[in-house]
């Protein structure tokens, strides 16, 4: 019996977004649409490409179109539980800069706060 390869961890590691399209985002959709629309791996199919990001995050596919579509009528926000499934697919580590952004902390006070918690 043959084995499937993880689509997603196939994919090169994801980078950072510049820290100045970070700041002019307001909202968290706004990240999300940005990484989606900025995706490294873009066949030019977007229906395509939102249908194999579903298959690979366990999403439902009609849900997707709406979290990543930006003229949608009925948007949804991508759930917290797929953020690091989107951000390998994408290429982007977008959603999680937004986070940290509104959350005013950066990667390295939060491994400060842990070691000072332990």
């Not at 390998?88 to 509104?102: D, L, P, S």
């Amino acid at each position: 019996m043959q084995r499937e390869m993880p689509f997603l961890d196939a994919l090169p590691k994801s980078s950072w977004v510049a820290n100045s399209i970070v700041t002019g985002w307001q909202t968290y959709r706004d990240a999300v649409v940005w990484c989606w629309q900025n995706r490294r791996r873009n066949s030019r199919d977007e229906i395509g490409d939102q249908s194999m990001f579903a298959r690979s995050s366990g999403a439902h596919r009609p849900h997707v179109s709406r979290m990543l579509n930006p003229h949608t009528k009925a948007p949804m926000d991508l759930p917290p539980d797929l953020t690091p499934s989107f951000e390998a697919f994408t290429g982007w580590r977008g959603v999680t800069q937004y986070m940290a952004k509104i959350g005013h902390t950066t990667v390295m006070e939060q491994v400060i706060a842990e070691r000072n918690a332990a």
